[in-house]
């Protein structure tokens, strides 16, 4: 009448000796603007060295991850290039209010490739209809820039351009790309003689300089908001946005030219 249990627990103990696959590493998705990619890698590092929870990266244009999230991507963790892509996914729900924070800052430059001849470009609104002539300065070549109608990095370029008044004679010069990590390619690659860029993604590339800064008030501040899907259920994630407010993290951004839009919270 033992005989049945006796097997059981003699099983069990077989079994016992027998290696048991490992437990599924903790793990958050970050779907992330293009941008941030080298800053918010040497971050996720230091998050995972800290916490022992992995973070898996996916960059992209802002506009199109919303996109994506909004067709039911599985990510934790969405950052903005820009409020607009953010306010976005805060209409249709896609975030969870109450995390969101805005928690970089950057700025546009005016690139070329690091041999080229152009240097130290004023770029201003002049006298009357006289503006700032990026037209001119592309010769017979093209003007990257990031996709002006959706991408933000080409969305600030645009309003840039218009207030300096330059887009007129810009507009049919552009050589427009999926993102602003696309754009700085073009010139890196001399495909392009000049291209518009944040400042951060110039200062990772040795292939290009920065030959102008367009000014404060000719479009509007770049802050990179971040939050949380609000189809998430990872625990996680609340560690990782607290993280991204650390003044390691700060170090780390601050380190490829981010401004730290926020107090540090430790």
Sequence with gaps: MFARPLAILGLFGALAGVPQPPAAEEAITVFA???????????????????????VASYAASSALVKQIEQG????????ADLRWMDYAAEHKLIKP?????????????IAPQDSKLDHVAIAKGPGDLGFDIAKLAGDGRIAVADVKA???GLYAKTALQTLGAWTAAE?????????????????????PIGIVYETDAK????????GVFPDGSYPPVIYPAAATAATTNPAVARYLDFLRTSAAKVIFE???????????S
Excluded: Q
């Excluded at 991507?73 to 903005?80: G, K, L, M, Q, R």
């Excluded at 590339?205 to 920065?210: L, M, Q, S």
């Excluded at 380190?255 to 919270?265: D, N, Q, T």
């Design 33 to 55: 603007a293009a941008s941030l990619k080298n800053a918010l890698d040497d971050t996720d590092a230091a998050f995972s060295k800290a916490m022992g929870i992995k973070v």
């Design 73 to 80: 991507a599985p990510a934790d963790v969405f950052i903005s």
């Design 98 to 110: 109450d995390s969101r924070v805005n928690l970089l800052g950057n700025r546009l430059v005016l």
């Design 151 to 153: 991408v933000p990095a």
């Design 172 to 192: 049919g010069k552009l050589a427009m790309a999926e993102n602003v990590r696309a754009t700085l390619a073009f010139v890196a690659r001399g495909e392009t």
């Design 204 to 211: 990772i590339e040795p292939k290009v300089k920065i030959v």
């Design 255 to 265: 380190k490829y030219g981010f401004s730290f839009l926020i107090r540090p919270v």
